[in-house]
């Protein structure tokens, strides 16, 4: 079943971490590795959340 507030809760991270994510890739000093981070812990908290429903509903 899809879970609404889920993935309205995902869009708005991506609309918020991605123009951040591409700004610190661009940044000529900065780590290169930064925007990869989030999103790691973005698909973590994502697998995390997926895990809990999935106990959940049954």
Same mark, same amino acid.
């Given at each position: 079943?899809?879970?609404?507030?889920?993935? %309205?809760?995902?869009?708005?991270?991506?609309?918020?971490?991605?123009?951040?994510?591409?700004?610190?890739?661009?940044?000529? @000093?900065?780590?290169?590795?930064?925007?990869?981070?989030?999103? %790691?812990?973005?698909?973590?908290?994502?697998?995390? /959340?997926?895990? @809990? /429903?999935?106990?959940?509903? /049954?």
């Amino acid at each position: 079943m899809l879970n609404y507030r889920f993935v %309205a809760t995902l869009l708005l991270l991506c609309i918020v971490v991605f123009p951040l994510a591409i700004q610190w890739a661009l940044e000529p @000093h900065g780590n290169w590795f930064r925007p990869y981070v989030v999103w %790691a812990m973005m698909v973590f908290a994502a697998y995390i /959340s997926h895990r @809990h /429903s999935i106990r959940d509903e /049954s």
